[in-house]
């Protein structure tokens, strides 16, 4: 077995970490989160998206999300943009990378954005193709890859077929989302070689919520195929709107706890890290949903 050397996490937290909370969090702790997580050594930061403000009241900020960042050299700022309405939003605030999201179930895509995937694709296809007119990279997120909260397991073909129409119209990295943390290892693992007919092992990535607790299971699973690069929350915040009863994704310290056990690089700073979730759970008033970190600050209480 060998395991990729180093690996990159992009932080969702701030974006699909807080879309589901129900109480308001200001920009001001919006954008004081990015600048913790950038502290703590992550290059990548989902900061927010630019959607309809009726259908996901918490990301209405994003403009001013994105104005308030101080940006570091060497740190990607990635938005959600899901038609060309919200890409113009989105272009303003100058993103590194913008994400299409489309899924490979039918009726998840209905859900969450109102459309079909034949409908949906053609809505990116002018977004992808004006981000990259503008130099900002593409990325799709690829939701239900491996079951939907409406129509249950989903083939691995569904899988590729999504990944193929995202590759299509110009989609250049493609996110293998277990939105309902229905997954396990060989399952993931078949979904993801769907994406991989379509894409290169560089441009494929894991986002796995944390739903029935697999996904650390699911994680060491892809990087046994090489997949090296993941979307994780710090705290384990997050779920989708769309998808109920659904936890957040995995939490960031969990994950940077086990390559680091693993001798893997992350180029993160776990102690900062626990410092960035302890400061966004004390704000929504409960702990952070990672073991590792409720380790760490027990010792550091003991
Ligand atoms: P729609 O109602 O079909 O859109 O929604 P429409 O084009 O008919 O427009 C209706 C209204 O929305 C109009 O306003 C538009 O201006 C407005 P009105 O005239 O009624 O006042 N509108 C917008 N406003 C702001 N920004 C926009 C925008 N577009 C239209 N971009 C739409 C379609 C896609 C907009 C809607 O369904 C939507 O916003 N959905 C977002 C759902 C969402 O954010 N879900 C969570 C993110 S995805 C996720 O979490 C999964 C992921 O983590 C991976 C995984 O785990 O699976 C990525
Ligand atoms: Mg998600």
Same mark, same amino acid.
């Given at each position: ?37 950038? +502290?703590? #050594? ?7 998206? &630019? ?19 101080? /940006?570091?050299?060497?740190? /990607? ?25 489309? *899924? ?13 995937? +034949?409908?949906?694709?053609?809505? &990116? /296809? ?6 990259? +007119? ?82 650390? *299971?699911?994680?060491? *699973? ?12 710090? *705290? ?14 995995? +939490? ?32 929504? #008033? /409960? ?16």
């Amino acid at each position: 077995m060998k395991l990729p050397p180093k690996v990159k996490l992009v932080d969702v937290g701030p974006r699909d970490g807080l879309q589901n909370e129900k109480q308001p969090v200001p920009a001001a702790v919006k954008i004081e989160l990015v600048h913790r997580l950038q +502290a703590a #050594g992550l290059r990548e930061i989902e900061v927010t998206s &630019f959607v309809s403000p009726k259908w996901v009241p918490q990301m209405a900020d994003a403009a001013s999300v994105m104005a308030g960042i101080e /940006r570091q050299a060497g740190v /990607r700022y990635s938005v959600l943009t899901p038609n060309l309405q919200g890409f113009e939003a989105a272009l303003k605030t100058r993103p590194d990378e913008i994400v299409v999201f489309g *899924a490979a179930s039918e009726a998840f895509s209905q859900k969450n954005i109102n459309c079909s995937i +034949a409908e949906s694709i053609e809505r &990116f /296809r002018p977004v992808a193709e004006a981000a990259r +007119a503008a130099g900002i990279y593409v990325r799709g997120a690829m939701s239900c890859c491996v079951g939907c909260p409406y129509e249950g397991e989903i083939a691995p073909e569904r899988v590729a077929y999504l990944a193929g129409l995202m590759k299509d119209i110009g989609v250049q990295h493609v996110g293998v989302a277990d939105t309902i943390g229905v997954g396990t290892p060989l399952k993931v693992q078949r979904a993801l070689e769907a994406a991989l007919r379509h894409y290169e092992i560089d441009d494929v990535s894991g986002h796995y919520h944390d739903t029935y607790g697999q996904a650390l *299971a699911n994680t060491l *699973a892809s990087l046994e195929l090489g997949v090296w690069q993941y979307d994780t929350s710090v *705290a384990g915040l997050g779920g989708c709107p769309y998808a109920k009863g659904a936890t957040g994704n995995v +939490a960031t310290e969990d994950v940077v706890y086990l390559l680091h056990g693993m001798g893997i690089d992350t180029g993160i700073n776990l102690d900062k890290l626990v410092d960035a979730g302890k400061f966004i759970s004390e704000f929504l #008033g /409960r702990k952070p949903n990672s073991r590792a970190a409720q380790a760490i600050l027990n010792k550091r209480a003991g």
